[in-house]
């Protein structure tokens, strides 16, 4: 069974989502919003106590993140909260997703929070309430404290254990303003990239410890959920969630081996985290792919899965593109085998398929030589819809990352990204109609920030930042969602 609370019952898709006025009308009570991380944003990296994160000590490493570029400063959002949420109110965004700092509240990791710390993300709160917006606090997106890496990371069991503690600080910090929480997000990425193929932090390479990281973001997960259940008002009607990057996984051609290899990355892509938090068991054939590396007994201990499987209230979903997967072969290489759109790397991030072969599908590409494809999104959608009845679902991170300049006139163009944001909405509605319980959209990312190892390069924000001055200017994209939210629809047809 789901393991889902159930929302209360004045639903958001209390609404029409079809009209006869040319438009795509979404639910009322919908969330519209943009997202951000942390380390992308914030700046700020030795005041108030905050300590180095795994992101820190990275990016300061030669040779991780191109140009060298590091998020000591990122968009200064630390210093200037105050005016991007008056920015955001300026959109007409009704809610704001944001992640803090674990390394700012709890330096190393352990014990008391500093005071100063949690000062800044109940300043930014009150801010965001005062305009009307809603909070939705993300306790972990990638900046693990140093000091827990040395410890042994998230290959660590222990490090499960720190991440509760640290959720009870939180909730008993913010408890009394935010409703809306999401435990981790992307833990693939965090497993994968930080111990797989070692192109996120903390960069190692090493395919048992990624399956033990999957395993324990897992717990630490189900640690969270508790400690959140425990430290917040009876009264709040606290939200809780978790957010993955589901792979919408389909094979290059109908054969026997390129369906296997399908199977295989949606084993240790996607059902390695949906298993354990909606159904409370790792899948058997993901046991199998995997278990010459990993002893699944000794690593899952009595009790991790029912604490993974606590109920949750729903579950966030980010898209950017399609996975397309074929079996090893002729045509395979390590270059192809490599291609998978996370980051070049001599290691896999798809540990016990570490053969199979990804490829681009033809079409239009994002800046991130992403395939743009509002199709998959459909399909992840009415997917889980289909395997899980009645789960609520939130598109946390949706967006595109492109080749955006400052025109003579001081504007910012990007039709691309409306044409991404239309297609990918026109999608979510779809799916609603089809059955989905979607209650809200993220879009990634608010403004233009530190875009991990690819650094300052590459822009997905609906917001320029001219990091030189930091000077904010909305994109035509921006205009557009804000027209979008005003209607709580989009046309019918591209823009």
Known sequence: MTAVHPLPA?????????ADDGLLHFPSGFLWGAATAAYQIEGAAAEDGRTPSIWDTYSHTPGRVRNGDTGDIAADHYHRYRDDVALMSRLGLNSYRFSVSWSRVQPTGRGPAVERGLDFYRRLTDELLAAGITPVATLYHWDLPQELEDAGGWPARDTAERFGEYATLLGDALGDRVRHWTTLNEPWCSAYLGYGSGVHAPGRTD?????????HLNLAHGRAVAALRSALPAASNAHLSITLNLHAVRPLTGSDRDLDAARRI?????????GPILDGAYPADLRQDTGHLVDWDELVRPGDLAAISAPIDVLGVNYYNPTVVSASGDQ?????????????????PWPGSEDVMF??????????NWS?????????LTG???????????????????????????????????????????????????GADIRGYFLWSLMDNFEWAYGY???????????????????????????TIRRGAISRSEP
């Open 10 to 18: 004045a639903s958001p898709r209390t609404g029409p989502v079809s």
């Open 207 to 215: 395919p048992t410890d990624a399956l033990r990281a999957a395993h």
């Open 266 to 274: 949606d084993a240790v892509g996607n059902r390695v985290f949906l």
């Open 332 to 348: 395979g290489s390590s270059r192809h085998a490599r291609n998978d759109g996370h980051g070049i790397s001599a290691h896999s």
């Open 359 to 368: 490829h681009q599908p033809p079409g239009r590409l994002t800046a991130m």
């Open 372 to 380: 743009i494809d509002p199709s998959g999104l459909y399909d992840l």
């Open 384 to 434: 889980l819809t289909r395997d899980h009845p009645g789960l609520p679902l939130m598109i946390t991170e949706n967006g595109a990352a492109f080749d955006d300049y400052v025109n003579p006139e001081g504007e910012v163009r990007d039709p691309e990204r409306i044409a991404y944001i239309h297609g990918h909405l026109a999608a979510i509605h779809a799916a609603i109609r089809d």
């Open 457 to 483: 390069g590459k822009r997905f924000g609906a917001v320029y930042v001219d990091y030189s001055t930091q000077r904010r200017i909305p994109k035509a994209s921006a205009h557009w969602y804000t027209e």
